[in-house]
């Protein structure tokens, strides 16, 4: 076997702890109460990826990564912690980030479109019941069958109520499409505009290449999406919306095989939102992604308060373990920390349990997985410091380091490609137009034969459009695990 690399996490006065990056794709935890030093632990990950050249994807959800840009201060406390570990050839300095908002204002604006979310994805994000759901299911049947790119909620908007008004032809092939189900999608859909859905609906839409980046000194780029309103107004969108982009990477990056690092590295903070009341089936597909996305390179580290926030499937999954201090208030809280405790393999010389209420701020316990994927005895650890700045840039710094990014150009304006809307207009007038020519005065007391018409005309020249739409031949859209688009080979 050649050299692994080793990406040092930190040590105990004794040794240093540290991960092999040939395990990263093995997956991560970092849990631990607020305060214990999470957010900084990833910090130190992210630095340690993007030194290896590997880019990185986080979410910022308290606003305080974005010091990952901007080197770190001198302080007493620092060189004492460099000791302790015995670091060599600490420097403080920034990393290359690239900030996006999905909001557009603390970064450039991410966005997706109706079509790339997919069904199920939606659904849930809308909270629909089974026929809800089915009509959904059969809104995205009709537009794939067809080509046509549903590409923002007024798409969707457009495609549903045609849905509505031609609900008689559509039945043989596609069921029952009542009208109050409909209806109740309609109105879900305006309370996610509210929530400021309309923002990322649309183009032009995330490019996964984008995101894997590395400057030209090879290090990779780590990329930060501000959500620290979404979390708040919506966290159901936020989860969604990370969900779609996971399954972007699994469906687009290639296999791998056995390598040395990683190809991406995706932090998922605040993960029990991606959890919560999230429907049975989704959960079985994400725990299947977080499966499978593995062999394509990319590993995927959780945060949140507690590992038992995260299902026993996913949490079995999860490689490296970074388990900061707990509190004990309750017996409740007594009875998750032993759980926690017997989670990790033990080490002889540690009261795993005891020392999980013990541990200091950016101190954790740590295992790690050896070169044979099993993992290593569990080590009190103080966390390295971080070589770019704790918390967050100015205003002022972000706003000059926004202005300054490479995708400062591509993304901040928004595009209304023709889309189902635009196209199921057009249709929508073209035949009108032909019927009053026919037959002008019977056509305007008929809207029935025009909406016939229009049924035909849309399913035929949205088949005959759709290698101009999609840019692909065939117009039929393909779909993977997690319901996003696959991209032609
Ligand atoms: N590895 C570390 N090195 C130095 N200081 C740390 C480290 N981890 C945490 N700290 C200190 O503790 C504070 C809180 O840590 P933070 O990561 O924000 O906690 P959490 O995300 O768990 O709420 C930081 O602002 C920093 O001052
Ligand atoms: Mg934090």
């Known amino acids: 076997m050649t050299d692994t690399i080793e990406m040092l996490i930190g040590g ?8 092999n990056a040939a395990m990263a794709n093995r997956h991560g935890l970092i849990a631990g109460a607020t305060g214990t030093g999470k957010t900084v632990t990833l910090q130190i990950l992210a630095e340690g990826f ?18 990952l840009a901007k080197a770190g201060s001198p302080h007493p406390k620092i060189d004492e912690r460099i000791a302790h570990i015995a670091i060599y050839g600490y420097t403080q300095r920034g990393y290359p980030t690239v900030f996006w908002d999905l909001f557009g204002k603390q970064g450039h604006p991410l966005r997706t479109t109706i079509s790339e979310l997919g069904p199920l994805l939606l659904s849930t994000l809308l909270e629909l019941n089974d026929t809800q759901t089915g009509i959904l299911y059969s809104c995205f049947r009709i537009a794939d069958d067809n080509g046509l790119l549903l590409l923002d909620l007024k798409d969707l908007r457009s495609m549903l109520s045609w849905m509505g008004d031609n609900a008689k032809e559509l039945k043989s092939e596609y069921g029952n499409i009542s009208s109050a189900s409909v209806g109740a999608i309609q109105r ?3 309370v996610l505009e509210e929530q400021g859905a309309r923002h990322f609906f649309g183009e032009p839409a995330a490019d996964i290449d984008d995101l894997m980046k590395t400057d030209f000194s090879g ?16 966290p159901r969108l936020y989860a969604t919306f990370l969900l779609w982009l996971l399954s972007e990477l699994f469906e ?7 390598a040395d690092r990683p190809k991406f590295v995706f932090f998922f903070d605040e993960a029990h939102l991606l959890f919560d009341q999230a429907p049975k089936p989704l959960l079985e597909k994400v725990e299947q992604v977080v499966r499978l996305i593995r062999s394509k390179g990319v590993g995927v580290y959780f945060i949140s308060q507690s590992p038992l926030d995260i299902p026993d499937d996913v949490l079995g999954q999860l490689g490296l373990r970074i388990q900061h201090a707990l509190r004990a208030f309750t017996p409740k809280d ?7 405790a017997q989670n990790f393999r033990a080490n002889p010389d540690l009261d795993t349990e005891t020392v999980i209420t013990e541990l200091g701020t950016g101190e954790a316990l740590v295992s790690t997985l ?7 005895v569990v080590q009190r650890t103080l966390i390295r410091p971080p070589e770019s700045q704790m918390g967050p840039l100015k205003a002022a710094e972000r706003k000059e380091r926004i202005a300054r990014s490479p995708f400062s150009g591509k993304y901040d304006k928004r595009v209304d490609r023709e889309s189902a809307y635009e196209l199921l207009q057009k249709r929508a007038e073209q035949a009108e137009e032909k019927a009053a020519k026919s037959a002008p005065k019977k056509a305007q007391k008929k809207p029935g034969s025009s909406r016939q018409s229009w049924q035909e005309a849309m399913f035929k020249s949205a088949a005959r459009s759709a290698g101009t739409i999609l840019g692909r031949e065939g117009g039929k859209l393909l779909r993977g695990i997690l319901g996003s688009l696959m991209r032609g080979k």
């Open 334 to 340: 007594r009875k998750a920390i032993r759980a926690v």
């Open 12 to 19: 105990n006065g004794q040794q240093q702890v540290s991960m």
């Open 252 to 258: 687009q990056l290639p296999e791998v095989g056995d």
């Open 188 to 190: 879900r859909l305006l």
């Open 219 to 234: 290090n990779g780029v780590i990329s930060i999406l501000d959500v620290t309103r979404l979390v708040q107004t919506s």
């Open 370 to 376: 050896d070169r044979k994927g099993s993992p290593t």
């Open 50 to 67: 993007s030194r290896l050249g590997v880019p990185v994807f986080m979410a910022d959800v308290k606003g305080d990564l974005s010091g």
